[in-house]
């Protein structure tokens, strides 16, 4: 094959200019496939409290007291309310233009019996709960609501 100078340089620009276009292409898709992160992970949320212990309790019992917790939120639904509207109140007063202490006073106050009140049921509901238990799977209980975490003191409670 006898090609001529000037059709040949031609080639080969085309040819080298091809080159570093897919040369580059794959090196941006590289660079792109390994710079993302990876999937996502889901981290585990350290459960606490009551869901930590309801996690702990068998089947039949995590059921009993979840029924136990629905019945307790049902019958304080005017709680919940009561505590919401004075939350919403306070939202109100502190964005008012000019700052009713007394009003705010107030409205924190009724806040605040709500959210006491509504918990004095629930503790209630987790005693009765508890009544029913054996005393191991109450141990488990203290155990798992209690005793679990940074800075909990087992010494203090006797084991």
């Not at 029924?67 to 509207?85: C, E, F, I, N, V």
Request: positive net charge.
């Amino acid at each position: 094959m006898n090609l001529s100078p000037r059709p040949l340089k031609t080639f080969l620009v085309l040819s080298l200019l091809l080159n570093v276009f897919l040369v580059g292409g794959v090196a941006g898709g590289l660079y792109q496939w390994l710079g993302q992160p990876g999937p996502a992970r889901t981290l585990a949320v350290p459960q606490h409290g009551l869901r930590q212990a309801m996690a702990q309790l068998p089947e039949e019992r995590r059921h009993q007291l979840r029924q136990l917790l629905r019945q307790t939120r049902k019958d304080s639904q005017p709680l919940l309310m009561a505590g919401r509207q004075a939350r919403l109140a306070v939202v109100r007063e502190l964005q008012a233009d000019t700052l009713d202490r007394t009003a705010l006073d107030n409205q924190l106050s009724q806040s605040r019996e709500a959210d006491i009140a509504l918990r004095a049921r629930v503790d209630e509901t987790l005693a009765e709960f508890a009544g029913s238990l054996s005393l191991q799977e109450r141990q488990h209980l203290v155990e798992s609501m209690y005793l679990r975490g940074p800075g909990k003191n087992r010494a203090a409670l006797g084991n």
